[in-house]
């Protein structure tokens, strides 16, 4: 979302494709501290590089739903993805420095949105 690019070309970026394998391992290791299994994830380098396969594949020219939700100046859903991630790991004890970053990240680009956004007739 903050790219404003479709999948294909997240995936397409090196630098993109670490920070998605950097997150993912960050949700991970909550998952694990929570007691969640998470079947397939037993070898997460394995699982992430067969998801960005997929992603390249079947959902290259689509984008995420939060850029979507960006491009229509909505709120999006970041505080029930990485903001979720950011809570748990922090109840638990886990750094989660990439989630917190994209979370952030996201919230200013929400507030920018909002206070761009025309206020309506009263």
Do not use: F, M
Request: glycine share 8%; charged share 25%; aromatic share 2%.
């Amino acid at each position: 979302a903050l790219g404003r690019v479709t999948y294909g070309q997240l995936v397409a970026s090196e630098e993109a494709r670490r920070l998605l394998e950097a997150t993912v391992l960050e949700t991970v290791a909550v998952a694990r501290a929570a007691g969640i299994e998470l079947p397939g994830l037993e070898d997460p380098q394995a699982a992430i590089a067969s998801a960005l396969k997929l992603l390249q594949r079947d959902l290259g020219q689509a984008t995420s739903s939060t850029l979507q939700d960006v491009l229509r100046g909505r709120r999006t859903e970041i505080d029930s993805l990485n903001g979720y991630v950011v809570r748990r790991g922090r109840e638990l004890g886990i750094p989660t420095p990439v989630n917190h970053t994209l979370y952030a990240l996201v919230k200013l680009l929400e507030e920018n949105l909002e206070t761009a956004r025309p206020k309506a007739a009263s």
